[in-house]
């Protein structure tokens, strides 16, 4: 049996011994310092989302703001209008009274219509143009234009020529204390 050629049969080998457990690491992590480090950083955020969350449910506060800045706005905008229409027509900014341009001139020409009406009621008649009324001896009224004396003129006079210009109304200014 030369020829014959022997099957080899492996056999298996022995196993190996288990692995040893891992060495057991030096340094062990500090759980405790790290949840105490994240419930830090969790009560940092819940008290600035609580912080926040009360100022949002603040009913209105942005609404208020806006209109209140609107209003001052619109005040604004009405007291200029009054300024202008009060210097353009020149009345008293204090009797406009209105909401808007038109309503407060109107307020201003009403008040300047009672103003015209009011003086000319209480306005006493001009004196004629060309007859100067001037007061003569005793008072009476000399009508025509008499040329008046200055007080160095009549300084000038004599006690005669004095009684004259008295009598001819030249010193009624004089008299007046003009």
């Known amino acids: 049996m030369p020829d014959s050629v022997t099957p080899v049969v492996e056999t298996p080998a022995a196993p190996e011994a288990p692995a040893a457990p891992p060495a057991p690491v030096a340094e062990t992590p500090d759980y405790a310092a790290q949840i105490a480090a994240l419930e830090a950083d969790r009560d940092k955020w819940k008290g600035l989302s609580r912080k926040h969350e009360a100022a949002a449910k603040t009913p209105g506060t942005t609404d208020e703001q806006l209109a209140e800045i609107r209003a001052e706005l619109a005040a604004s905008k009405l007291?200029?209008?009054?300024?202008?229409?009060?210097?353009?027509?020149g009345v008293p900014e204090?009797?406009?009274?209105?909401?808007?341009?038109?309503?407060?001139?109107?307020?201003?020409?009403?008040?300047?219509?009672?103003?015209?009406?009011?003086s000319a009621a209480a306005t006493p008649p001009a004196p004629p143009a060309n007859d100067a009324v001037a007061s003569?001896?005793?008072?009476?009224?000399?009508?025509?234009?008499?040329?008046?004396?200055?007080?160095v003129e009549f300084a000038a006079l004599s006690p005669a020529e004095r009684i004259a210009a008295k009598e001819a109304g030249q010193i009624a200014d004089l008299l007046a204390g003009r």
Do not use: P, Y
């Open 94 to 118: 204090a009797i406009l009274t209105g909401t808007d341009e038109e309503s407060l001139t109107a307020a201003a020409d009403t008040f300047l219509a009672a103003v015209a009406a009011a």
């Open 136 to 151: 003569g001896a005793n008072g009476a009224s000399v009508a025509g234009s008499v040329k008046q004396l200055t007080r």
């Open 79 to 89: 007291d200029a209008i009054k300024a202008r229409i009060a210097g353009t027509k």
